[in-house]
Every structure is written in structure tokens, then in C-alpha cells.
């Protein structure tokens, strides 16, 4: 089985809300920051934002920092990334990360584990 997968991706008009999910199989990720990138077409992998496990202490990328909110479920090791104001410019795959050893958790190599990717794409 897949240990990341996420969900939740779709066609939203801007100024929608969004809700993806990252669901995570088996023990190994409890102790894990765990983040969502993003990457648009012919673009660079983005942070967009990370949560730890035990804390729940979140961090953002300045270009979706105060729109966009992400939230950790342990008990059922999920974590979502959510908001309410969509702009075009969000249109992305998505993807769910999970790494333990963090220097900078904005940059990729961080992260040991991810997902296959999730499209939004935000209409006009």
C-alpha cells in the first residue's frame, strides 16, 4: 500500500474552499513533520505548509501564509490542508510529504516519503 496518499483535489472557482486530505498507513510517521508542496505546471516544487506530529506547531509558505490552513488528525493519521479563498494562481498537484530530519522543512530533499499527488485547479 501506498503510505502517503492524498485526496481531495478538484475543479474550484476561485474564491471557493478547498480541503485535501493526506492519509498516512502504519506506525512510522508519528514521529514525523509531516507538509504539503505544491508544484504548477512547468514550475518548482513549493512549500506551502508543515505541521509537526506531537506539537501540531504549523508553518507556511509566504505565498499562501493567513489564506490557507493546515491541520494534523492523529488518530487517524491524517492531516489536511484547507482554505477558503482560492485564487488561480493555487493551481498546483499537491502533494503530501513526511520527513524526520529537519534542517530547513521547506526544502525537499527534507523529506524521506510522499505521496503520488493530488490536481486542484482553481477557475476564473
Known amino acids: 500500500q501506498v503510505p502517503l496518499v492524498e485526496s481531495g483535489g478538484g475543479l474550484v472557482q476561485a474564491g471557493g474552499s478547498l480541503s485535501v486530505s493526506c492519509a498516512a498507513s502504519g506506525s512510522r510517521f508519528g514521529n514525523s513533520v509531516m507538509a504539503w508542496f505544491r508544484q504548477a505546471p512547468g514550475r518548482e516544487y513549493e512549500f506551502v505548509a508543515g505541521?509537526?506530529?506531537?506539537?501540531?506547531?504549523?508553518y507556511y509558505g509566504d505565498s499562501v501564509k493567513v489564506r490557507f490552513t493546515v491541520s494534523r488528525y492523529n488518530s487517524h493519521n491524517t492531516v489536511y490542508l484547507q482554505t477558503d479563498s482560492l485564487k488561480p494562481a493555487d493551481t498546483a498537484i499537491y502533494y503530501c510529504a513526511a520527513g524526520q530530519t529537519m534542517l530547513d522543512m521547506s526544502k525537499v530533499e527534507e523529506y524521506e516519503c510522499w505521496g503520488l499527488g493530488t490536481q486542484v485547479t482553481v477557475s476564473s
Open positions: 505541521i509537526t506530529w506531537k506539537s501540531h506547531t504549523t
